[in-house]
């Protein structure tokens, strides 16, 4: 059985549906970092090169270092949120959607550049 964080025996144990809500939305979290990552490798892989010289890898590789870092930062917020649960505090802000939301947009932007240059 691993080790418990010593944080995990602090303050009360919360209402088990908000421990398990927490877990799937940290579940969320690693499945749109492992997404992000998976559409790094598809854009390197399958799709041409584009008309706009590195324009592909530039948006492969932001890609890349935004699963990385949303997977990297997924437990410290869930740890975050279980801490504030059991310590009955306010569940804590967090940066990663809006830092994620323009991280979608600046690839979205790519892509529609890649898409009007063509091949």
């Known amino acids: ?10 303050g009360e144990e919360p ?3 908000f421990t398990l809500a927490n877990e799937r939305t940290f579940l969320a979290w690693l499945r749109t970092a492992l997404a992000l990552l998976a559409g790094a490798v598809a854009l390197m892989q399958f799709v041409p090169l584009a008309g706009i010289s590195g324009l592909r890898t530039a948006l492969a590789v932001l890609l890349g270092v935004a699963g ?4 990297a930062f997924a437990y410290q917020r869930w740890a975050h949120v ?3 649960m059991r310590h009955g505090r306010s569940l804590p802000m967090t940066w990663l959607p809006f830092v994620l939301g323009w991280v979608a947009a600046v ?3 790519i892509v ?3 898409v009007v240059v063509g091949p």
């Open 112 to 114: 529609l550049v890649l």
């Open 68 to 71: 990385t870092a949303l997977g």
């Open 107 to 109: 690839a979205g932007v």
């Open 82 to 84: 279980q801490r504030a």
């Open 1 to 10: 059985m691993p080790r418990r964080p010593h944080w995990y025996e602090e």
């Open 15 to 17: 209402d088990y549906r």
